[in-house]
T-cell receptor, first 115, second 116 residues
Framework: KQEVTQIPAALSVPEGENLVLNCSFT??????LQWFRQDPGKGLTSLLL?????REQTSGRLNASLDKSSGRSTLYIAASQPGDSATYLC??????????????FGSGTQLTVLP | EPEVTQTPSHQVTQMGQEVILRCVPI?????FYWYRQILGQKVEFLVS????????KSEIFDDQFSVERPDGSNFTLKIRSTKLEDSAMYFC??????????????FGAGTRLSVL
């Protein structure tokens, strides 16, 4: 059974710092990997999707990398801002699945960016 | 920008009552999903739906749960007889397709279900 782990569970940084969030998964047979942002009491906002054939994806100040063989993904946030404060979730799509792809989520990293 | 809409945002119900959570997926999407997040726990997959039938379901999705697409726009999750442990945030999601970049799932803001 796929297990997704995210470390650290919580992170507090001063504004302007570059930071890295980590995600690891136990079964490297994944289809895609997706990073989400969740604000308190809110829904999930998709940030980046990395297909299994890709090694990284970039959107603005965000860069996500994927190393399937080692079962790892990282989310790099450049020049962090207080508005980046949220919980960041990593989720993987299994390779062995039916026509639709159920996501397996990590427990998230709660990020606080201090002004 | 198109978005997944869920109603109500908060539902309070008594144990044993039936509840229906409603979702309007993005209009050109073909795959629909329900997930739940118990407070302080991971987001968990419940069920996926394609071509008017369940595609996959988890062990959480037992006989107390059902899904339906009653018309061309709505997608519902029904819990027949709610239990205290059904209290959670329920998320609806949709995707355009199941392959490649079109697999990306877009989530609604969620319905918080509180069972008393």
């Amino acid at each position: 059974k796929q297990e997704v782990t995210q470390i650290p569970a919580a992170l507090s940084v001063p504004e302007g710092e570059n930071l890295v969030l980590n995600c690891s998964f136990t079964d490297s047979a994944i289809y895609n990997l997706q990073w989400f942002r969740q604000d308190p009491g809110k829904g999930l906002t998709s940030l980046l999707l990395i297909q299994s054939s890709q090694r990284e994806q970039t959107s603005g100040r965000l860069n996500a990398s994927l190393d399937k063989s080692s079962g790892r993904s990282t989310l790099y946030i450049a020049a962090s801002q207080p508005g980046d404060s949220a919980t960041y979730l990593c989720a993987v799509y299994p390779l062995s699945s039916g026509s639709a792809r159920q996501l397996t989520f990590g427990s998230g990293t709660q990020l606080t960016v201090l002004p | 920008e198109p978005e997944v809409t869920q109603t109500p945002s908060h539902q309070v119900t008594q144990m044993g009552q039936e509840v229906i959570l409603r979702c309007v997926p993005i209009s050109n999407h073909l795959y629909f999903y329900w997930y739940r997040q118990i407070l302080g726990q991971k987001v968990e997959f419940l069920v996926s739906f394609y071509n008017n039938e369940i595609s996959e379901k988890s062990e959480i999705f037992d006989d107390q749960f059902s899904v339906e697409r009653p018309d061309g726009s709505n997608f519902t999750l029904k819990i027949r007889s709610t239990k205290l442990e059904d209290s959670a945030m329920y998320f609806c999601a949709s995707s355009e397709d199941s392959g490649g970049a079109k697999n990306i799932q877009y989530f609604g803001a969620g319905t918080r279900l509180s069972v008393l």
